[in-house]
């Protein structure tokens, strides 16, 4: 299984550098990863692994020069492409801390029972914000705060997160 960590948006220099956009919430992470896997958007294809010989941050961007990548036509032929990596190559987090990509599609509930399904999450600057799925037919999208006092419980392998929610948060009532 992969994990997207970026994308590919242009070409730097004459000697086969691209320039990258990083996911990883300190941008520069993304270069610890030696091996990157491409794949082409909207594409079925199997992600085709390259080697990272270097990466590093450029002004306000990130660049980085592949093996076997040496000029500027072979850089613009990868732009656009997304960049996995293995999730087994991600570092181990303590108890209690998850990547995105473990809480997206997770059920979530309270107590009186489902609130939704959660479908992305947005940082916001003071804290994460879960947008989950309505399971009521024609609701709005539920943002959740993702924070101590809200999350209660995150299950991986029984796929769903407790929250202390209260269902009138969900509801457009005067």
């Known amino acids: 299984m992969y994990v997207e ?9 004459v000697k086969g550098w691209v320039k990258l956009h990083s996911y990883t919430r300190n941008r520069a992470d993304i270069g610890q990863y030696k091996t990157w896997y491409l794949s082409k958007p909207r594409s079925n294809d199997k992600p085709a692994p390259i080697a990272v010989l270097n990466c590093r941050e450029q002004g306000q961007g990130m660049v980085a020069r592949f093996e076997g990548v040496s000029d500027r036509d072979q850089a ?25 990509q473990q809480l997206i599609g997770l059920n979530v509930k309270n107590e009186s029972g489902p609130i939704g399904q959660v479908l992305s999450i947005m940082e916001t600057g003071a804290n994460d914000v879960l947008v989950c799925k309505n399971t009521e037919e024609g609701q709005a999208e539920v943002l959740i705060p993702y924070i101590d006092d809200v999350i209660l419980e995150v299950d991986l392998e029984q796929g769903y997160m407790l929250v202390d929610w209260d269902k009138s948060y969900l509801t457009d009532s005067d």
Do not use: C, N, R
């Open 5 to 13: 960590l970026g994308k590919l948006v242009g070409v730097w220099g």
């Open 76 to 100: 613009m032929a990868l732009s656009g492409q997304t960049i996995l990596v293995k999730q087994s190559d991600l570092p181990a987090l303590p108890d209690g801390e998850f990547y995105w």
